[in-house]
Structure formats: structure tokens, C-alpha cells
């Protein structure tokens, strides 16, 4: 037993201007993870990055890639009814430490309040050799939207 109720709320969550997740090696033809599900009154993001079907968005620039993966977490807790004043812990994984000036001027461009616990990882590399920043969100929702509701960004 979990702990979890039958009331417990459970949603996948998306936005169509948020990349899926791939559908490669899934027996059921369903994406291999979900981009953000909310549980509850608690929200969690895959890390999101600025790589999609065209390319990656900022091309090497450590900043402006930051700034598209940040937009997709926002554009994700809104989807999961929060703002990005409702998210709580960050993890924030860089392919080069070097880059942490960079991507920390992005973050102050979306928290200007209250800054959410966080953590910052050198990796050795992410899913495509050609970004830089992949970052990672949970935190408290206030609104829940129903499984598959997809809003307008």
C-alpha cells in the first residue's frame, strides 16, 4: 500500500508549445515519460531543455537556452494550475560549470521573489550533444487540470 486514497488527483500534463516526450521503443505506442504529471497537490517536471524537432532553440549559447527550458517550466506549471511562484525545488544540470553565470541570469528573469531550493550539477553530457542546460521543477498546485487537458501556450 502506497498511502495514497482513491481522491488522490493524478493528471499528465502538456502544452502544445512544450515538445512531447518520444514515442521510440514504447510497446504501446505512448510516450516513454510524461513531461509534467501532478499528484495530488504536487506537481513534477521532467527536465526540460531547449532541444525539439527543428534544432535547438539558442543554438550553443548557454543563455538562451536557458531562457527557452525556462519557458518551457513555465509554460508547464501553468499547465499543472501553479505559477512559478508555487514551484519549490529546482535541479538544474549544466554540461559545463562554466555556464552557471549565464543560466543564473535567466533564472532571475523568472524568480523574482522567493527563490526555490536548488540544486546545480555539472553532467557530462544530456540527450543531445548540442545543449547545454536541462532543468528540472516540482512543486505545489493550486488548480489541477484533468488528465490530457492541454492549455493554449
Not at 531543455?49 to 537556452?65: N, S
Not at 509554460?75 to 549544466?94: F, H
Request: neutral net charge; hydrophobic residues 45%.
Amino acid at each position: 500500500m502506497t498511502g495514497e486514497t482513491a481522491r488522490t488527483v493524478r493528471a499528465v500534463v502538456s502544452a502544445p508549445s512544450v515538445p512531447e516526450p518520444p514515442r521510440v521503443g514504447s510497446r504501446s505506442g505512448a510516450a516513454v515519460f510524461s513531461n509534467a504529471r501532478v499528484v495530488g497537490d504536487q506537481f513534477f517536471l521532467s527536465g526540460m531543455h531547449a532541444g525539439g524537432p527543428d534544432g535547438i532553440v539558442g543554438g550553443a549559447d548557454p543563455y538562451r537556452q536557458a531562457v527557452e527550458a525556462f519557458r518551457r517550466v513555465r509554460v508547464l506549471t501553468e499547465a499543472c494550475g501553479a505559477t512559478v511562484a508555487d514551484i519549490v525545488v529546482l535541479r538544474i544540470y549544466l554540461t559545463d560549470i562554466a555556464d552557471k553565470a549565464a543560466v543564473g541570469r535567466a533564472r532571475s528573469e523568472v524568480f523574482t521573489g522567493a527563490a526555490p531550493c536548488s540544486t546545480l550539477v555539472e553532467v557530462s553530457g544530456l540527450v543531445d550533444p548540442g545543449l547545454t542546460v536541462e532543468i528540472e521543477a516540482q512543486g505545489v498546485a493550486h488548480g489541477v487540470r484533468a488528465a490530457g487537458q492541454n492549455i493554449p501556450f
